[in-house]
C-alpha cells in the first residue's frame, strides 16, 4: 500500500526480550496500526528490541529521524528490566523526576486488594519532564506522552488490555485532532468456497480499475484456510466520500463473486450463520466426527448461541453415532463412518432427536493415520438436513494437515449452512 | 533475556508494505531466530519496513551499527515496489552488475513450464558486487550474501517456502562456521493452576539463582489464559552440558511448583492427558455446556485421539442435558442449570451413557450475558466421574472476556483430567 501523501508517518517500537524469541509474535502493533490508519496516520515501519537500554535508546533516535510519531509499547513495568522509561529520555536528553501522585495510585491500587505496595513499584511514577501522565484502570503502568520539537512519542504499557484503552482514549483526546487531513478506511469482504487464484481471477480485473478511481481503491487479497479476504482501503478526508468509494468497490466486486462473499461487515462466518438462524427464528443441532467440536466451538463462540444452538455431539465412536444420533448400525458397517449416507444419517438423526429445524452430519479422516487409497486423508463427508428442502450432502477432499482439514471442513460446514439459510 | 556474551548479534529486517497493514505480522523472523539461535546467534532486534527503498537503506544502514549479522526478507522480486536489492546496495555502497548466468536459471524456469520470461525479471539478475548468489530452487529470486568489512548481510526471498530452505542451505554451508562457540539450547515448563504472581511467587526466588550457575540459565516468564510459561535458556558449546544446566533448573523448579507443572518436553495440556489415558488403557466422555465444545475441540486437536475419547456432548440446552447425559430435569429445576450437583450428574451420566472410564461435566456461564448476582458471568462448574474415585466437583470464577472464561475453562477441566490421572 501506497504511503497516504501528506498524512502522518509513525514509527512503533514494541520492546522486551520474550518477543525476539522464536515463539513470540508482537501482535500490539497490528491494533496500533488499525487505530493510527483510521486517522490517516500511516505506520512507516515497526521494530522489536529487547530489554536493552542502550539499544531501544538508539533506536528511538534513529526512528525520530524519519517519524512523526513514535509509539513505544512495553518496558514499563517497575523491574530493572524495564527500560523503556530511561532509554527514552536517554534519547531525548530528558531529566526525569519521580511523581508522588502516580505513585499513591499505585499504593491505592495495591491497598484496594488488602497488599502493600513493593518499593520497587515506585519507578513507575518516574516521569520524564514535560510530559504528559496517561493514567492505567487495568494497571499499574502509567503511559507517558512526549512531545519532543515537532514529534510525538507515546509510551505504552506492553499488555493489550492496559495498552488499547489508554491507545483508544489517547485517539479520541489529542492524537485524533493532532493528525491533519486524509483518514484510511477500509472494509474487508470475506469469501468462502473458492481458492485463492479462483478469487484473484474473478476480482483482479475489477479491483484493478479501482487504482484509477478518485479516491483511489488499494486492495489486498489474504488467504487462510477456508477464507479469502479482499482488504480495501481508500483515503479520504470524510466518511461519506470513503464510503461511497468502498460502496461502489464491494458492490462491483460481490457482482463477480456472487454467493461466496459471505460479509462485508467484518462479521464472521459462525456470526453470519448465527444471525441468519436468529432473523428467521431457526435452530440447530450437530453431529460432527472428526471435526471434534470445532464447528460448535465457533457457533458458540458468539455471544447468545444458546438461542439457536440446541445441541452439538462429537460422535468419534460408532457407537455414539448409533446411540446418540440414531444413525442405524448397518449402514456403518455397509459404507464405512466416513461416507454420504452416515453423514446424511447423522443429521436427519441429530435433527430428529434434537427436535430442531437444522441438522449438520459431518464425518471424515482429518489424519495423518486413519486415511486408504479409496478415502485418503482429507476425505469429509458432510450433510446438512435443512429446514424445509431435501437433505444436501457432499464429500470433499481438503488438502493440508490434520489442522487444517479440521479448519477447511469446519468452515466448509458453516458456510453450507449460510447458503442454505440465504438460498443461495 | 540478556544478550549471550561472545555470541554473534543479528537483526532481522522484513520488507512488504503488507506487514505494515493491520492484519499481517511477519513470521518468517521466528523462524531465522529459531536457526540462528540453534547456531549460538542472537537476535538483538527485528524490524519491519514497506516497500520504501530511502527507509530500508537507513534502517540497514543503522542495524549494521550494533548487528554482526544482518538478515533481510522479501522485496527481491522483479517488480519495481522491490527494492530490498537496491537499497542494500545503497547502503553498502556497492555497485551492481547484472548476472547472465543467473538471467538464464530464470528463464529455464519460465520456459519449463512453457512461459516466455517477462523482461522484468531481468532485475532479479542484479547482484551487488562480491556477492555470493544463493540459488532457489522454489522461485525466480536468488538470494544474496554479502560480506561488509566484518558484518553479513543476507538477503532472502519472502515466501517462506521459498525462504527456509535457503536459510537451512547456509547454515550448513557458511553461516554454522561463521558463528563461533556457543549455542543456544531452550526448555519450556507449562503450568496449569496457578497465576502468574502465584508462579513468580514461587519461581523466582529459585530461577534467581540460575543466572549465577555455569552456564548461567536465562528464565523469562508468559502468561496467558489459564496457562504461565517458564522459558529456560542457556549458552553452551554442546548439547551435553545444555542438557545437564537445564535438566537442573527444570528439576529445581519444578520441585517448587510441584504437580502444577504440566510439561516440560514441549507438549500441550491436551496431549499429556492424552498418553495418561493411552498409557492407562482409560477412556473419556465428555459433557460441556459453556466451553461449546472447546474441550472437545482440543482433546481431538491429538491425532490418535479416537483411542481415548469416545464422545462429546455439547449440551447448550437442557432438554439435551436431560436426553444424552441423563441429568435428572427436577435436579436443574432444583439448583439451576449451572450448579455442582447438575455438573457432577453430567459427569456420571455421560460417564454410564458411553459406558467409560472418565466422564466429565462442564456448566457455566462464559457471558457476556446470563450473570446473575449469585452467579455472575465467570462461574462455572466442573465435576469429573474419575475411573476409581468419588466424583470430584469444583465451582471456579473465572475473570475475562466470553473466550478468556471458555478458554480458562477448558483448560481448568483438562487440568483436573492430568491430576486424577497422574495421582496428584
Redesign the interface.
Known sequence: ???VSGGRRAEIIAVG??L????????NS??I??RL?AIGVH??????????RQ?LA??VT?AL??ADLLVVTGGLGPTDDDVTREAVCAALSLPMHEDEAIIAVIQRRFEARGLHMPDVNRRQGQVPEGAVVLGNPHGTAPGLLIQHGDRLVVLLPGPPREMRPMLDDLIATRLGAWSPGLRIY?RVLRIAGRTESHVEELAQPVYSRFAQDDPPVQT?I?AAPGQI?L?LSVSAAGGAVADAALGAATGALTEVLGPYVFSTDGRSLEQVVGDLLSARGLRLA?AES????????R???V????AY?????????N??KV??AGVPAALIDAHGAVSEPVAEALALGIRA???VDIGVGLTGI????GGSEAKPVGTVAIALAGPTDAVRVRTFRFHGD??QVRTQAAQTALDMIRRVLSDR
Do not use: F, W
Request: with cysteine; aromatic share 2%; proline share 4%.
Open positions: 500500500m501506497a504511503h526480550s520474550e525476539l524469541t522464536p515463539s513470540r509474535v508482537d501482535t497490528l491494533h496500526t488499525e490508519n505506520v512507516a515501519a515497526k521494530a522489536i528490541v529487547g530489554d536493552d539499544l538508539a533506536l534513529q529521524d524519519h477500509r489486498t489474504l479476504e482488504h450437530i472428526c471435526t471434534g467440536g470445532l464447528i460448535a466451538k457457533l458458540t463462540d455471544p447468545g448461541s444458546s444452538l440446541e445441541r452439538g455431539l462429537v460422535c468419534y465412536s457407537r455414539s446411540e446418540v432427536r434434537a427436535a482429518a489424519g495423518p493415520g490434520r489442522d
